[in-house]
């Protein structure tokens, strides 16, 4: 059973950097996909960004130039760097880790969360 384990959450100024860390357990390579969702008081939970095994990137147009996910799998961690961080980036982030069923992308493990404030 992977377990994550989200970090580097916190308080910021308006167009301030943060780095959010997930640390996971060692998995077999296959076809995984890691992402990185956020999810604001009242509102639903939505995806920010994705990589994929062959290192390829997916993010949410709203942080698209401003964020960027990496893995390194040597430390068996997940990070997303946030820069020119905006009031509307509040939110408690989470890391998750899904499988390809055949069909779709399946995020089934996910972390505690880490909160990031931007105020």
């Known amino acids: 059973h992977v377990q994550l384990v989200e970090s580097g959450g916190g308080l910021v100024q308006p167009g301030g950097s943060l780095r959010l860390s997930c640390a996971f357990d060692?998995?077999?390579?296959?076809?995984?996909?890691m992402g990185w969702f956020r999810q604001a008081p009242g509102k639903e939970r939505e995806g920010v960004a994705a990589?994929?095994?062959?290192?390829?990137?997916i993010y949410a147009d709203s942080v698209k130039g401003r964020f960027t996910i990496s893995q390194d799998n040597a430390k068996n961690t997940l990070y997303l760097q946030l820069n020119s961080l905006k009031t509307e980036d509040t939110a408690m982030y989470y890391c998750?880790?899904?499988?390809?069923?055949?069909?779709?992308?399946?995020?089934?493990?996910w972390g505690q969360g880490t909160q990031v404030t931007v105020s």
């Open positions: 990589i994929d095994t062959d290192g390829s990137t």
């Open positions: 060692a998995y077999t390579p296959a076809n995984v996909r």
């Open positions: 998750a880790k899904a499988d390809w069923d055949g069909y779709s992308w399946y995020f089934h493990t």
